[in-house]
């Protein structure tokens, strides 16, 4: 199979066998666990070299050894929310890499309560960590992106919830959204500079993050834990299943080996059916 690059020449793939990040340098936040995790995990299988960005610095070492340690994986201590940490981090991944070709802002975390008990601080740390993170980590890549000549791939961890809305989520629904109008305008920037930006929109994925809304949700509405997980977060599913890591994961490397403008500025629902475009 032939595939044409964002700089007019073409690739050519013979097949399964062919590693879609080869040579790729990909910056992953939140990724000493969960979501961001599994993310690394299928990019460096399929040849990239990973920075593996977390608030836990502990966590991130670990996972980088896990995925194969010096030359393939580096844990990066990154508290997404602080701009002298982004660009320290920014800068140490090219330091230990030599370049990044792909960004996926992934650090997320989530409250839940009405919007009339929301307190504030709660809200803006919220938004803190998916907006601020966003655009942080995004402006620092962008920079390195265009000087050493274009090209690259931005990835926005969104959610159903960029599209849709469920009570008690109030910062989370709004911060969600906003990350579809951030790529948005990454992709109207970044495409004179063949850098292209997309959002991943999972469903409900069974990480630590989920499990801990679940009692959560409980409470708040009244309801058994099994009556969260069957009539809230899979009762618009097709088939009652939760989107796993490894579905998520596999959105991730189709957008970042899209190497054309064709699909730039686009989100992808990766829900098992809950939302329908």
């Not at 199979?1 to 062919?18: E, L, R």
């Not at 602080?82 to 997320?108: M, P, T, W, Y």
Request: aromatic share 6%; hydrophobic share 45%.
């Amino acid at each position: 199979m032939t595939i044409p690059k964002h700089d007019g020449t073409f690739a050519h793939h013979t097949g399964a066998q062919d590693m879609r990040m080869q040579g790729k340098v990909a910056v992953v936040t939140g990724a000493a666990s969960g979501i961001g995790k599994e993310i690394a995990r299928t990019f460096v299988r399929e040849g990239a070299r990973v920075a593996i960005a977390d608030l836990n610095q502990q966590g991130a070492d670990a996972t980088a050894e896990e995925l194969g340690g010096a030359g393939v994986a580096a844990g990066v201590a990154m508290d997404v929310t602080d701009e002298q940490q982004v660009e320290a981090g920014i800068a140490k991944s090219l330091e230990v890499f030599g370049r990044i070709d792909v960004l996926v802002s992934n650090a997320g975390i989530q409250t839940v309560f009405p919007i009339e008990d929301f307190p504030f601080a709660k809200w803006k740390q919220l938004l803190a960590i998916h907006l601020d993170g966003a655009f942080l980590t995004t402006r620092a890549v962008l920079r390195h992106m265009y000087a050493r000549g274009g090209g690259g791939s931005i990835i926005y961890m969104g959610s159903v919830h960029s599209k849709e809305a469920s009570p008690l989520k109030a910062p989370y629904v709004t911060a969600k959204h906003g990350l579809i109008g951030l790529a948005k305008v990454v992709a109207k920037e970044g495409a004179a500079h063949g850098v292209r930006a997309n959002v991943i929109c999972p469903g409900f994925v069974r990480t630590p993050l989920v499990d801990k809304q679940i009692p959560e949700q409980a409470k708040e509405l009244g309801i058994s834990e099994a009556d969260v997980v069957k009539d809230v977060m899979l009762k618009d599913t097709v088939d009652g299943e939760f989107t796993t890591v490894e579905d998520v994961a596999a959105a991730a490397l189709f957008f970042a080996g899209f190497e054309t403008n064709a699909l730039t500025g686009q989100s992808l629902v990766v829900s098992h059916g809950w939302f329908m475009q």
